[in-house]
Each structure stands twice: as structure tokens, then as C-alpha cells.
């Protein structure tokens, strides 16, 4: 079942905007907050790597980067 969500109290004008930009998109009031409303949290949502950064940047200590070896030797190159 699809959730519902009432929104009480706007700003003066928040509903008259929104009117009109889904107008100007052609489609309803409702699609358009749907579209806002999606786009807005998923903006949100940080990344894995902006996460590391921000990890990396906010510790006091060094961050030390040492992934496992596959095994893999090295090997001699022919030039």
C-alpha cells in the first residue's frame, strides 16, 4: 500500500508555486511534490566514498591504506 503524507501550515504561496510548476511540467500537484520530495532526500544521501572522506578528514591519526596481497608475485619484464 502507497503511504500518505498531509502537510499542514505552508508558507503563503507554497501551494499557488507548486500549482504552477506542475503546469509547467504538465502533470498534477501531487506527481510534482512527489518529484520534489524524491529528488530532495535522495540528494541526501551521502556516498560510500564521501563517507571515507569524511572519516579520513575528521580523525586525529593517519590513515593507513594496506589491502591484503592476492599472492600475485612480481615478476621480471623482457625490455
Do not use: W, Y
Amino acid at each position: 500500500m502507497a503511504e500518505q503524507l498531509l502537510i499542514r501550515d505552508l508558507p503563503t504561496g507554497t501551494k499557488q508555486a507548486l500549482k504552477t510548476r506542475a503546469r509547467q511540467n504538465h502533470t498534477s500537484m501531487e506527481s510534482e511534490a512527489r518529484k520534489i520530495l524524491s529528488s530532495v532526500l535522495c540528494a541526501e544521501r551521502p556516498s560510500i566514498a564521501s563517507l571515507l572522506a569524511q572519516e579520513i578528514t575528521s580523525s586525529e591519526t593517519d590513515f593507513d591504506f594496506d589491502p591484503p596481497r592476492l599472492g600475485i608475485g612480481s615478476r621480471e619484464v623482457d625490455l
